[in-house]
């Protein structure tokens, strides 16, 4: 087996289910501090642990809907080892009241461009491995509309995903081959563009936006709810604001 799945099931080998309870909703709480900002130096890193922990206990690390987090993982990951709560995070808000506007903003600027740009990095291979995959496997005939609509009518109709009144792929059925081809040459195109952002203040202002409309178009047309990346674009893109404007 995983040899991260192996430690951690040999740690808690004789927990009961209140205890493996408990592991979860440390490791929700650890989260939800490190999200927030609080005590960042401490409950990101525990928040690192905690995830991989838990996920070696299950022996999964996509056990909500079969998602990975993975790209939100790594983010965590560079905020443990860099630092770089500030903006609106409970941490910088604490800062600004007790040391003032000059103490809080003393020092620090490029570690935490530095950190910034890493986790774009993160963010932008996310997406441009995904869509290298998509071109390795099918190459560019991923985008036909045909191979699109077929992907789409197949999930939303297995039952198996995130459902919800209204079945809107279905009810696309019949328009034309050119609308299909037309997402699945944004999907695609779209995700390999994503390499741009760390390297462009266009790509970086203009892809992230692309590509969460896309994960909202997954949810209505297929079914699929990419909770991690509907969330972590929009507080990357807020962090940035933030952080350039201070």
């Known amino acids: 087996g995983h040899a991260a799945g192996a430690f951690a099931r040999a740690l808690t080998s004789g927990a009961d289910a209140a205890a493996l309870r408990g592991l979860e909703r440390a490791t929700r709480a650890l989260l939800v501090a490190a999200a927030a900002g609080v005590a960042t130096p401490v409950s990101c890193p525990l928040a690192c642990g905690a ?37 609106l995070s409970v941490d910088g808000l604490a800062a600004r009241l007790l040391l003032g506007r000059r103490g809080a903003r003393r020092g620090g600027g490029d570690r935490r461009g530095w950190t910034r740009f890493l986790v774009t ?17 099918s190459g560019a005939l991923w985008a036909s509309g045909t191979n699109l609509k077929t992907k789409l009518l197949a999930t939303t109709l297995n039952g198996r995903h995130f ?40 790509p970086r202002v203009a892809l992230p936006a ?10 209505f047309l297929q079914h699929i709810l990419f909770i991690d990346l ?17």
Request: hydrophobic share 55%.
């Open 210 to 219: 692309v590509m969460w409309a896309m994960h909202v178009g997954i949810l």
């Open 163 to 202: 459902l919800f009144r209204g079945f809107l792929s279905l009810r696309l059925r019949h328009a034309p081959e050119p609308f299909w081809t037309f997402l699945g040459a944004c999907g695609l195109f779209g995700e390999i563009a994503m390499g741009l952002v760390p390297f462009g203040d266009a």
């Open 121 to 137: 990095l993160v963010l932008a291979n996310n997406y441009l491995m995904a869509g290298l995959t998509k071109l390795c496997a």
């Open 230 to 246: 509907l969330l972590l674009i929009p507080a990357w893109s807020l962090a940035h604001a933030v952080d350039g404007a201070s």
């Open 51 to 87: 995830w991989l922990l838990y996920g070696g206990v299950l022996h999964a690390y996509n056990t909500w809907r079969g998602h990975s987090f993975i790209a939100a993982w790594w983010g965590l990951a560079i905020l443990s080892w860099r630092g770089g709560a500030r903006g």
